[in-house]
């Protein structure tokens, strides 16, 4: 039974590109989180997310940032024109419904913005 | 909004002592749960030990415990006979009860064991 899978793992881009990052729930996980992670910080919460639904993005930044978890396939978090200060690393978490026991979470995607 | 703090950016003890991690929380919810998750060198994120609000009994997970005080918005770990293996970020978080909120982590201690 695989985790929540996350790619890439690392993942570089110039100023001004887009970055995708996706995220695998675990089976039988409907529900989708994404966090960031700024160096020396605690994981910041940015969206939930069911199929084909956002639940809560109060913690997505208003522009260049978005995300889908469409019917099928994997969680999608975009960046569009990326700046120095979106290098992080990006966590997904997945749950089987009530989040009440704890998330598990992917191993994370650090972007890195040169 | 609720907030998480962790006083000690890092903390360090000797193989096979006890060691006790502090966070204290803001709200003014009755029902939430609180978790301690451990982030080692890998950066992967792994559950350590969760507490629900509304139990007054404290959770324990074989070396980890701890010492929840609701009233003192407290929920301090505690690791007994330290391991090489306890190295690492242990972050404290909040989750409201009622709704469908993430987590809010504090920034985290960094634990170091000395063998």
């Not at chain 2, 242990?90 to 960094?110: E, I, P, Q, V």
Request: hydrophobic share 30%; net charge positive; charged share 20%.
């Amino acid at each position: 039974n695989a985790g929540v899978m996350q790619n890439p793992r690392h993942l570089v881009r110039r100023r001004g590109q887009e970055a995708r990052l996706r995220c695998s729930p675990m089976k039988g996980h409907s529900h989708v989180y994404w966090y960031r992670q700024l160096p020396e910080e605690g994981l910041k919460f940015m969206v939930y997310l069911q199929k084909e639904n956002i639940i809560d993005e109060s913690g997505m930044p208003k522009e260049r940032f978005s995300a889908e978890f469409p019917k099928e396939g994997p969680s999608i978090l975009r960046i569009q024109q990326v700046v120095r200060g979106d290098s992080a690393a990006y966590f997904c978490a997945s749950s089987p419904g009530s989040a009440n026991y704890g998330y598990t979470f992917g191993s994370g995607t650090r972007l890195t913005v040169v | 909004a609720q907030t998480v703090t962790q006083s000690q950016p890092e903390m360090s003890v000797q193989e096979a002592e006890t060691v006790t991690l502090s966070c204290t929380y803001d709200t003014s919810e009755s029902d939430y749960y609180l978790f301690w998750y451990k982030q080692p060198p890998s950066r992967q994120m792994i559950l350590v030990i969760r507490q629900e609000a509304y139990k007054q009994q404290n959770a324990t997970e074989n070396r980890f415990s701890v010492n929840f005080q609701k009233a003192a918005k407290s929920f301090s770990l505690k690791i007994s006979d330290s391991q090489l293996g306890d190295a690492a970020m242990y972050f404290c978080a909040y989750r409201s009860g009622g709704g469908a909120d993430g987590l809010t982590f504090g920034k985290g201690t960094h634990l170091i064991i000395q063998p």
